[in-house]
């Protein structure tokens, strides 16, 4: 809840799928021996996490880790609390509840979806069905009109874009393909383009903003790299750290 004090725009949350079909707030689709400790408080071994597949889990048990006690080395001043994987609906509602309480604008949804053509069935449930479940819950939550759906995958994003072209989707990529071959693969035109932040350039911002496509680069996390990109005009910026963005944004702009 921080990021919503802060007063960051937009909040990205990483979904999978549990056993039971319930949409779970989860960047990993298993439980990370570097995150999370089992129901009764010990490390998980890391050559044994993915043997802890949430799609093969009912979501009682995922629930019952703990993955917010164990510091991340990557991260030494992010707070530690005793957190569980919540549901996405949980999440949504609680952040809607927060916004209300500080009295600010309610914020956008970017709702990545980890999906790949290998996980299918081991995993995840295939394209058809994941976007399934994860539309449900954002429609019953009521915020359709704020959240923009990510991928990775194709596949899911084209399944979005066959029911319903008003759908707000943003195609993630973390290889050197050029930007026109990948929106070819897709087959249309997405409302966001997603690249790995080293892997853009002022030609791709330029052709991207030409074809009314918003470019919003990730994960940066370096001040510098923040205001390069600023400089380029990217429309948006997906960090581990919102607390610089905001202050460099507030600083560059009053």
């Known amino acids: 809840m921080l990021a919503l004090e802060i007063g960051v725009d937009a909040i990205e949350l990483d979904v999978v799928i549990s056993q039971d079909g319930q949409v779970v707030v989860s960047h990993e689709p298993w439980m990370s021996a570097a995150l999370c400790l089992d129901p009764k408080g010990n490390h998980i071994d890391p050559s044994q996490e993915k043997s802890l597949n949430l799609f093969q889990l009912p979501y009682s048990i995922i629930r019952a880790y703990n993955c917010g006690l164990s510091q991340p080395e990557r991260f030494p001043n992010q707070q530690v609390l005793a957190v569980y994987k919540p549901l996405l609906q949980e999440a949504i509602q609680a952040i809607e509840r927060h916004c209300l309480h500080l009295g600010r604008r309610q914020v956008l949804y970017s709702i990545e979806i980890k999906s790949s053509p290998a996980g299918d069935g081991i995993f995840h449930p295939e394209p058809a069905a994941f976007a399934t479940l994860v539309l449900q819950v954002v429609r019953a939550c009521g915020v359709l009109n704020?959240?923009?759906?990510?991928?990775?995958?194709?596949?899911?994003?084209?399944?979005?874009?066959?029911?319903?072209?008003?759908?707000?989707?943003?195609?993630?990529?973390?290889?050197?393909?050029?930007?026109?071959?990948?929106?070819?693969?897709?087959?249309?035109?997405?409302t966001v383009y997603g690249p790995e932040f080293t892997l853009l350039s002022e030609q791709d911002i330029d052709y991207l903003h030409e074809h009314a496509i918003a470019v919003v680069p990730w994960t940066v996390n370096d001040v510098f790299d923040m205001l390069h990109l600023i400089t380029l005009e990217v429309d948006g910026i997906t960090t581990d750290y919102p607390d610089k963005a905001v202050q460099l944004l507030n600083e560059r702009y009053p």
């Open 146 to 190: 704020r959240t923009t759906f990510l991928s990775f995958d194709k596949r899911i994003l084209q399944h979005f874009h066959q029911l319903d072209k008003r759908f707000s989707l943003s195609l993630l990529v973390e290889d050197e393909h050029d930007t026109e071959s990948h929106l070819l693969e897709l087959g249309f035109m997405p």
